[in-house]
């Protein structure tokens, strides 16, 4: 099937690890996004790539990097210096032409810290 | 940058009873328009867009949407809604503005249940 996937689906992480957030697309897209979820506050960018070996930062990247070393991957890594990464993590990839498509979606990963 | 609202948090509503859940955006210039519905523990699912065209767009699940330029609202309605409605609703607005990088904002979601 094409389409994203995510993994870890859940995760759990003890205070002042790294943890890497898995993302791989099969649609041939350009365009890939990371998005951070929180209840009752929708969500917020944390970056995005629009072709590989570029990526740029969102509105909320500090604590977080990426890599986009293939078009197909797009890895997020949480670090110890994100204060609060308990969240769902949403991976996403963008078609159409000059990105101007929806975005498709992973299923989500959920990250706790203990 | 644009700005996305939906102005209701939570909506309940009985069981095939229709909806209306509310988005305003802040800039009719250059704007593609989306709903998205999220299950619990799930990722975003595409149920409908507008690019261009008529204003009334029609999705999946028997959504459909309005698309009103002097208002900048995107408003979505269900004429009778199921059990299996019951989800979070995100209102996107992609920015074509030159210079943006076509930038996709959301609402912070409508949470929609439907009661039997």
């Given at each position: 099937d094409g389409g994203i996937t995510q993994s870890p689906k859940y995760l759990f992480r003890k205070e002042g690890q790294n943890v890497t957030l898995s993302c791989e697309q099969n649609l041939n897209h350009d365009a890939m996004y990371w998005y951070r979820q929180d209840p009752g506050q929708g969500l917020r960018l944390i970056y995005y790539s629009q072709i590989v070996n570029d990526f740029q930062k969102g509105d909320i990247a500090e604590g977080y990097s990426v890599s986009r070393e293939k078009k197909e991957s797009f890895p997020l890594t949480v670090t110890s210096a994100q204060k609060n990464p308990t969240a769902f993590y949403l991976c996403a990839a963008r078609a159409g032409l000059a990105n101007t498509g929806e975005l498709f979606f992973g299923e989500g990963s959920r990250l706790t810290v203990l | 940058a644009q700005s996305v609202t939906q102005l209701d948090s939570q909506v309940p509503v009985f069981e095939e009873a229709p909806v209306e859940l509310r988005c305003n955006y802040s800039s009719s210039v250059s704007v593609y328009l989306f709903w998205y519905v999220q299950y619990p523990n799930q990722g975003l699912q595409l149920l409908l867009k507008y690019?261009?065209?008529?204003?009334l767009v029609k999705g999946i699940n028997g959504f459909e949407a309005e698309f009103n330029k002097s208002q900048t609202s995107f408003h979505l309605r269900k004429p009778s809604v199921h059990i299996s409605d019951t989800a979070e609703y995100f209102c996107a607005v992609s920015d074509l503005t030159p210079g943006t990088g076509n930038q996709f904002y959301f609402g912070t979601g409508t949470s929609l249940t439907v009661i039997p």
């Open positions: - | 690019l261009s065209g008529s204003t």
